[in-house]
T-cell receptor, first 116, second 110 residues
């Protein structure tokens, strides 16, 4: 049963610390998405990649957030320095979209981040 | 698990009844729509999708209706079960843009 995996599932850190979240997309999927979910804002798209190239990261605060895909099996989202307002659940999703085709996205279980 | 929204609209239905969850989308150019279900503590799960050249699509116990004239999408769940209790999101896609709606909480009463 193929699924997206995310680590860690929970992270508690102090303000100013670096946070790295990891995602393993479903094998063979070529599109990876990062979302943030909070009670107030709902689901927000932060960034997404197709064939490891960033297509859109306009939803991501550039000064502290960065997203990369070192290889096809790993996507990372880093926050440096972290702030209390970054506390949220961060979801990774993967899809099998081709250029010009819509994506059905399969979500991971999320990383719950708490910044004190 | 986390709560996905303190002020989400909530739909309460009796077990066994049919549920209809509505969604208004924003962009008339959107060409692909998806419904997701999110249970507490889990990520959103794909339920059913529909392209803009269709107005109805059926799955197992679920039907999605698309009315492009008024930019409205609905999800119908037949014979609602306790396991259907969750938050339901619609999502629209246009070009490389993906936008999720705010969600509706479905509560199934015994």
């Amino acid at each position: 049963d193929a699924r997206v995996t995310q680590t860690p599932r929970h992270k508690v850190t102090e303000m100013g610390q670096e946070v790295t979240m990891r995602c393993q997309p479903i094998l063979g999927h070529n599109t990876v998405f990062w979302y943030r979910q909070t009670m107030m804002q709902g689901l927000e798209l932060l960034a997404y990649f197709r064939n490891r190239a960033p297509l859109d990261d306009s939803g991501m605060p550039k000064d502290r957030f960065s997203a990369e895909m070192p290889d096809a099996t790993l996507a990372t989202l880093k926050i440096q320095p972290s702030e209390p307002r970054d506390s949220a659940v961060y979801f990774c999703a993967s899809g099998l979209g081709a250029s010009g085709s819509p994506d059905t996205q399969y979500f991971g279980p999320g990383t719950r981040l708490t910044v004190l | 698990g986390e709560s996905v929204g303190l002020h989400l609209p909530t739909l309460s239905v009796q077990e066994g009844d049919n549920s209809i969850i509505n969604c208004a989308y924003s962009n008339s150019a959107s060409d692909y729509f998806i419904w997701y279900k999110q249970e507490s503590g889990k990520g959103p799960q794909f339920i059913i999708d529909i392209r803009s050249n269709m107005d109805k699509r059926q799955g197992q116990r679920v039907t999605v209706l698309l009315n492009k004239t008024v930019k409205h999408l609905s999800l119908q769940i037949a014979a609602t079960q306790p396991g259907d209790s969750a938050v339901y999101f619609c999502a629209e896609t246009y070009g490389q843009n993906f936008v999720f709606g705010p969600g509706t909480r479905l509560s199934v009463l015994p």
